[in-house]
């Protein structure tokens, strides 16, 4: 396998080194031993590991591993929430074979998948970024060790451009983005490698990868000359650029708005593609050191948060009723909870992890609906890697509604139970929430 291109990423949290993305080309099915890896990451449709010719499965096959078989060897099997499986550890004549460790499989079109998140085929190319809620629900260890697979280099080929037929500038754009932002935020990989097999590929993906390199390069110069020696503006500085920025956004939100309750449902599929193309491609700005006010999240002074509230939208009127009762038992907590006022968009994501990133506690209303919920899962892992680049306890959880099975990521908390919607324990919880102290660390609620 060659390099083609390859550049850091800084850590703008945690205190883990730089981690690298590599596009190399070859065959991962022969991974040589000097670039061997913890897991590779493939991608099939929903139950679906026949090594057909042409595939990564036929040429893993042809060297002696079958993924039929090592389907029916998983870890952890989270194909209903998540779109995808770990797989066990590989015996070893198959690692020194192979070079890696483990398979994790994503299967974005899985049914029940799909009904949960509400994903359709459609949209598969925004699903394939999903493959890091998967990296990060394996990846990220919990703080006490008690479920941790040790994956720090991971490899994956340009998934579900082959028989599912994904447009490559549709799908190389979004991973890289998803990449430099997890990895950005501490996601403990070291080394990702991205490999196209066919010279065509190869060749498309490289100038991809260069315009997503200089994208995140000019990003990087322009946050280290905020970040710089010159003084911060005072919040009177700021004060016009900021509202200037605050009627921009609400412009242009205002005007996706519009066009989306214009648009059929087949045209707003089509926008909301072309809303992503929007932001991905609009040039970098200056990005603002940490102490500098993020529009939407904190106010001009450069506002943290007591609490950040993540629950599901079905869940509104309950939580409406706790974040009442948690007000009443602490009147001058700052409560995040209104996410619906933060613009759509590409800076969703990291504008919902600069305020999880600025809470002291960040509390999970825990419900079937949380659990499919893929904005749940974006907030439960951007609390879930500040546990782990802080070494502190922030997650606490509220059992809303029963679920016989919760994900091993978040059934590891012990919970307040509020079940099933009961609204007068709900109440209760507020109000010893609320009496929690700014610098408590309880490992539990």
Not at 413 to 418: E, F
């Amino acid at each position: 396998m060659e390099i083609i291109d390859e550049f850091p990423v800084r850590r703008r949290h945690g205190d883990g080194p730089d981690a690298r993305i590599q596009l190399l080309t070859g065959d991962l099915a022969a991974i040589p031993p000097a670039q061997a890896v913890d897991a590779l990451v493939v991608s099939a449709f929903p139950n679906s590991y026949t090594p057909n010719p042409g595939t990564l499965f036929r040429s893993l096959f042809e060297r002696g591993l079958d993924m039929r078989e090592i389907a029916h060897q998983k870890e952890e099997d989270e194909r209903v929430r998540l779109g995808c499986w770990l797989s066990k550890e590989l015996p070893e004549t198959l690692r020194s074979r192979f070079n890696f460790r483990r398979v994790i499989c994503f299967e974005p079109l899985h049914p029940e998948f799909v009904a949960h998140a509400g994903n359709e085929r459609e949209s598969i190319e925004d699903r394939v970024g999903f493959v890091f809620r998967c990296l990060n629900h394996f990846i990220i260890p919990d703080r006490n060790s008690e479920r941790r697979y040790d994956i720090g280099s991971v490899a994956m080929p340009l998934l579900a451009t082959g028989n599912q037929m994904v447009a490559l500038d549709d799908l190389l754009p979004r991973l890289l983005d998803a990449a430099i932002f997890w990895l950005e935020q501490g996601l403990p990989i070291r080394q990702l490698k991205i490999a196209a097999f066919s010279p065509a590929k190869a060749s498309a993906a490289a100038a991809l990868f260069a315009q997503s390199r200089q994208h995140y390069q000019r990003q990087l110069a322009s946050r280290e000359l905020t970040s710089g020696p010159t003084p911060p503006q005072t919040s009177e500085g700021r004060a016009p650029r900021q509202l200037a920025e605050r009627l921009v956004a609400a412009c242009e939100q205002d005007l996706r708005g519009e066009l989306l309750r214009a648009a059929s449902e087949d045209e707003k599929k089509l926008l909301q593609r072309l809303f992503g193309r929007i932001d991905r491609r609009r040039p970098a700005a200056p990005e603002r050191s940490d102490d500098v006010a993020t529009t939407s999240v904190e106010d001009d002074t450069g506002r943290h948060y007591d609490f950040f509230i993540s629950y599901a939208h079905r869940q509104e009127r309950e939580v409406g009723e706790f974040v009442r009762a948690l007000q009443e038992s602490a009147p001058a907590a700052r409560v995040f909870y209104d996410r619906e006022s933060i613009p759509v968009g590409g800076q969703w994501l990291r504008i919902i992890s600069d305020a999880v990133n600025r809470t002291r506690h960040f509390i999970a209303v825990l419900s079937p609906d949380y659990t499919a919920s893929p904005v749940c899962w974006d907030e439960f892992q951007c609390a879930k890697l500040k546990e782990y680049n802080t070494r502190q306890s922030v997650i606490r959880t509220l059992r809303l509604y029963s679920e016989s099975d919760l994900p091993p990521i978040i059934g590891i908390y012990s919970y307040i139970d509020c079940a099933e919607g009961d609204l007068d324990k709900l109440r209760q919880s507020a109000t010893r929430i609320g009496s929690l102290p700014p610098g408590d660390d309880d490992a539990s609620p």
